[in-house]
């Protein structure tokens, strides 16, 4: 078997992973900007090196994710819901429901007993599901994504938080700021009324056990607790290098295609 | 936070005005309508059913003092009015449920209804009232009494915030996003593919990196909220005697490419149309006290 590279190019990051023999021999990531040619072209090569391969090795290239229809140096696109559930497959047979929220975009995909996808369910037209919710919240809280992650846990008052966009919600927080409510406190009300969000989509496929998650926001471990309780649900699995997630998904799709071809 | 350096340039001007023509001193009754919405107040004082003077200020964080800051503002216009001398005061708004002068309170779609059959004119069937923070669609009869309406008021998309946002991001006057809409080279562009302002914003930096005059950006973001409105009033109807309240009946930006999609103009005013919900609620308080129904609480 050869060696598959699998290319997301997603909103904010374009991350490429190589395999083979359903193991991962290396990762990169480009920043998408506003050329995602150039981006897959740097992950591609980041990976690369990680890898200590080079370029005339790889033999399939997948493309997956919001750009995939740009991305001229894949051989192959791959539907979201497939890349998810190679995802799945990857690194938990069994998984039932899938979740993806990245920067931008928030998915979701039920799995078959045998992990076919289907179901599928996204949101691309509202930030209020989307990683960029954090970033736009912690950036007015002045703290780190990471401790965001970390501040959740320290909240001990349950506020509410009336806005469900999140340009009203930076208004809403500034105002609680300048109540001077805790920032864990504000950390929790923004991540549950998220988990809200996410979990309101997901229910319109509907929630099997397990759940797993990928995309760069199942890094926050405060938000995908909250996504938990939402979700009414015990565990969420989730992968290393989550943000890999749908580009093994692809590579691996990559491969079966090579197999069957 | 934002800096410094945008707070004064998205914000619009605040204003006060008192109408010469009239003397508080004959009025039968003086009664006060104050609305207090998500980020201006204004507060509408009458002398038996014409309106004397008013206030439109920004608002605080605090939705008591923003009540009391447009009534100070109001009556510095009135000039030699003292506050005691208001018969009833009716709040509305947003923030109505916090305004300390007010004797009772009315919901903002009532009272938008009844200012724009003051401000518009009493043929206006269909007020349109683009806010700050929500968009409503108001059907109304020959009365100025609310027939139907629907609202908005979970997104930011079409809003008056969305516009605010836009305006920071460019770092134009939102007074002049609506006339610099218009001076676009060549062809007229497509919307923006997002409704989103976090996404719209996301794909306005995208587009001026690309090259695109800021003229043509705000192009295409007027026609997007335009769009994002008009889909708002098509679920109402529209009647061909239109109105519209709020800080966006300022923007002409949108409301041309939006009286454009209905096919009728929509109704002038000489007046600040921002003041519609307060002068409206303090219509409805002079009609109380010529019915012997103000009773405070």
Redesign the interface.
Known sequence: MGIFAGIDCG?KHTKTVLMKDKKILGKGTGLTG?DLKKAAEKSLEAALNAAGIRREEVGRIAGTGSGAHLLTIANLRVDPRDAMAGAARHAFPGVRTVIDVGA?EGRAARLDEHGNPVDFVVNE???AGAG?FIE?IA??L?VSMEETGRLFFESEKKIPLNA?????AE?EV??LI??DTPRSDIIRAVFEAMAGRIASMIRRIGVLPEVMMIGEVAYNPGLVHALKHELKTETIRIPDAPEFGAAVGAALFAAQKGASA | MQGQRSKTVWQWPESNWRNPEIDWKNAEFVTVGIDVGSVSAQAVIVADGEILAYGNVRCGWDGAESALKACRSALQAAGDLPGERFDFCIGTGYGRVNIPLAHRTLTEIACHARGAHYLHGPDVRTVLDVGGQDIKAIRCDEKGKVVTFLMNDKCAAGTGRGMEVFADLLGIPVTEVGDRSFRFEGNAPAALSNDCVVYARSEAMGLIRQGWRVERVLAAYCTGMAQRIYALLERTGVTSQWAVTGGMAKNRGVINRLAAMIGVEDMKTPWDPQIAGAAGAALFAHTLCRKGKAKRR
């Open positions: 909103v506003f931008e037209r509202c930030a960029i736009t950036r007015i002045d469900q966009c999140v340009v009203f208004s500034v105002g300048h109540a």
